[in-house]
């Protein structure tokens, strides 16, 4: 879909990124990193893997068209057990991280306004359903004016999905 896109609007920047549910962004000092890592393994890991469904195209006017997020609530149950390491999230105390409230996946960004109105009139209407397996998160990390590397693979794991233990993150 995102090459499709790149290709008919003459947009690049479709391509350049995986198709992906951000669900946070932080920024952290670098001697943080490995001790977050490991809470954010605990945390992740009580989580099982869940289906995710989606349906239909939505935007934020003028630059950015996605593919909804039907069923969130799982995506939310593990947004919400992953803000209880957000004091581990800062890199100093200005810097909050975000946590996603409306999970989507995002089709094309930074859209001038001429691929916008074209892309969002054929796609407004369109029909597009899909169902997919989230088993793992993928912790990415960006320096200024640089791509994304991973820096860590988290697998859902959990058999029990109705009840999330407290960690221990403290060890």
């Known amino acids: 879909m995102k090459q499709g896109f790149a290709t ?23 001697n943080n990193e490995t001790k977050l890592i490991q809470r954010m393994r605990t945390v992740i890991e009580m989580h099982a893997p869940f289906s995710v469904e989606l349906n239909g195209y939505g935007s934020f006017p ?18 919400k057990t992953l803000r209880q390491l957000q004091k581990w999230m800062k890199a100093d105390k200005d810097k909050k991280p975000y946590f996603i409230v409306a ?15 074209k892309a969002w009139n054929e ?10 397996m989230a088993e793992q998160l993928v912790l990415l990390k960006r320096k200024p ?10 697998y859902l794991k959990a058999n029990n999905t109705s009840v999330y233990p407290q960690p221990n993150l403290f060890q």
């Open 145 to 154: 004016g640089m791509h994304y590397n991973i820096v860590a693979n988290f």
């Open 103 to 117: 999970p989507s996946i995002t089709i094309a960004n930074k859209l001038l306004p001429w691929q916008y109105e």
């Open 62 to 79: 003028t630059h950015t068209i996605y593919v909804h997020v039907v069923a969130k609530q799982k995506i939310l149950q593990l947004v």
């Open 8 to 30: 008919k609007f003459l947009n690049e920047s479709a391509i350049k990124t995986r198709p992906q549910i951000p669900i946070l962004s932080f920024s952290l000092a670098e």
């Open 123 to 132: 796609l407004k209407y369109a029909n597009f359903s899909a169902m997919l």
